[in-house]
């Protein structure tokens, strides 16, 4: 996959990451946005690093998927600890 297909990729995970962790971030949907993008690269490098699973070529692979919102998530929940929430 080429750069432009992981970044869709990052703002469709980053999307699924927020519907599965609802609630309001500190940095709203541009932060959002970029977590899921990071997400999506962060997700495919610890998949082929640590799991040995690379990372297919083919958009719509399900442990491709799988990989980018799982790294949105993680992205997610350490940006929220760190940063914390923006209700407060």
């Known amino acids: 996959m080429g750069i432009v297909s992981w970044i869709v990729l990052g703002l ?6 927020k519907v599965l962790l609802p609630g309001r971030d500190p940095g709203g949907l541009i932060g959002t946005t970029v977590i899921g993008i990071a997400g999506a690269f962060v997700g495919g490098w610890l998949s082929a690093h640590f799991l040995h699973r690379p990372v297919t070529k083919h958009f719509f692979d399900g442990a491709t998927w799988a ?22």
């Open 12 to 17: 469709l995970a980053g999307a699924i990451a």
């Open 67 to 88: 990989a980018a919102i799982g790294g949105s998530l993680v992205l997610l929940i350490l940006y929220r600890l760190l940063f914390g929430n923006s209700r407060d």
